[in-house]
């Protein structure tokens, strides 16, 4: 091994080529010493010297052994740690993608050998076979815990992002009218009807709704403030999503409905009494209670979801403000409402319109109308409100 004029660089020869190499010694941050060698160039010797030295002036020194654990060995514990943080059905869905789709592929792996093309290519295969919202799920999970080594200094940057994902492509709400719910509850029977009425006019979640007991009613006032999910290990009963808790009136003839139950009691319980799980589409000679009700009322299916989607229809119908629809579906913001409902206040741009054509009239002195004096384009006045036809998907 030979000299170089910096004392932490040495010149070597490679045994295997016989070709001239360079070799690094350099402290770690806990004091330690090590080495690096394989540099080809005395100067791309000196540039990585340089970078480790500005990275541990920095804070952000990752040792080069430190990479060399596999995936599994921060995933797991993480995984653990990660049931604190997270919905039960949250954590059910993580584990799930470890389990099925990323421990699989990557659970050996140490994590210096992770390169984008190979995530890239990971995520291709997975597209290939998946739905998207999978597929980031299982992309999600494996960031998350590159993440992780990052912050632990096990790497120096997080090889999974930045990787291009499959688009989400969102399901066209629908909305049913009025007299499609009167049709719908009736067909579901006593036992379910007022759940559906329910769903429509008060907007609650399923989980939401199931979870109802006596106490949280009072007359046409009911109390948001747990929910019920399905996990793994059974029921579980926690707050709504986000934690929202909230306040909803039912129309009047809804609170009638309602049966008359004890403070404990479920308001909306199953045949048997226990929780009631969300209808899911069947093959036609197997199907469910919500699926019988929508076929026997002549109604396309839609998921029992979907009936929230209807709550904020029919409340943005009857002059409801983005505040009060936020406020009755327990949204976090006014914002996430308008991105999700968007379509609801389309009115307002007829508005914006009529008023515009209205104002140019009056400009021009009325010759801007048409030869019969009425509005040429046909659009609504003012007090003008664009509803979605029966059974009408729109889009955002």
Do not use: C
């Not at 209670?289 to 943005?316: C, F, M, N």
């Not at 389309?346 to 109308?369: C, I, N, P, Q, Y």
Request: aromatic share 6%.
């Amino acid at each position: 091994m030979r000299d170089t004029s910096n004392p932490k660089i040495k010149q070597y020869t490679d045994q295997r080529t016989g070709k001239p190499r360079y070799l690094v010694r350099y402290r770690k941050p806990d004091g330690g010493q090590t080495k690096k060698r394989g540099f080809t160039t005395k100067r791309d010797a000196e540039q990585w010297l340089t970078a480790i030295e500005g990275a541990k002036q920095r804070g952000e020194f990752v040792a080069v052994s430190a990479g060399r654990v596999p995936l599994r060995s921060i995933a797991e514990p993480w995984l653990r740690t990660k049931a604190t943080s997270v919905k039960p059905k949250t954590h059910d869905d993580i584990t799930s993608a470890w389990e099925l789709h990323v421990e699989p592929h990557w659970g050996s792996v140490s994590l210096q050998a992770i390169r984008p093309s190979m995530v890239e290519s990971w995520v291709a295969d997975l597209d290939e076979r998946y739905s998207p919202t999978l597929v980031r799920r299982a992309h999600s999970m494996l960031a998350q815990v590159l993440d992780l080594a990052v912050r632990d200094r096990l790497l120096q940057t997080n090889p999974a992002r930045g990787v291009a994902l499959p688009r989400v492509v969102e399901r066209a709400h629908r909305y049913l009218s009025h007299v499609e719910v009167r049709d719908a509850a009736a067909a579901a029977g006593d036992f379910y009807g007022p759940l559906v009425y329910a769903l429509s006019y008060g907007g609650p979640r399923w989980g939401e709704a199931v979870a109802l007991l006596g106490e949280a009613r009072d007359g046409a006032r009911v109390r948001i403030d747990r929910a019920v999910t399905r996990t793994r290990a059974g029921w579980h009963v926690g707050t709504p999503k986000t934690h929202e808790r909230r306040v909803i009136y039912l129309p009047g003839f809804v609170a009638e409905m309602l049966p008359d139950v004890g403070p404990k009691e479920l308001i909306f319980p199953a045949r048997r009494g226990e929780y009631l799980s969300s209808p899911s589409k069947r093959p036609t000679g197997q199907m469910g209670w919500w699926q019988k009700a929508l076929h026997e009322a002549g109604i396309e299916y839609l998921p029992p979801h979907d009936l929230r989607h209807t709550a904020a229809s029919l409340a943005v119908q009857s002059g409801a403000s983005v505040k009060a629809v936020q406020r009755m579906l327990g949204h976090k913001s006014a914002a996430v409402t308008l991105d999700v409902y968007a379509d609801l206040w389309d009115s307002d741009l007829v508005s914006v319109a009529a008023s515009m054509e209205a104002a140019r009239a009056g400009a021009l002195g009325g010759h801007g109308m048409g030869t019969d004096g009425q509005d040429p384009a046909g659009t609504v006045g003012n007090a003008g409100v664009v509803l979605p036809l029966r059974g009408t998907a729109i889009r955002p």
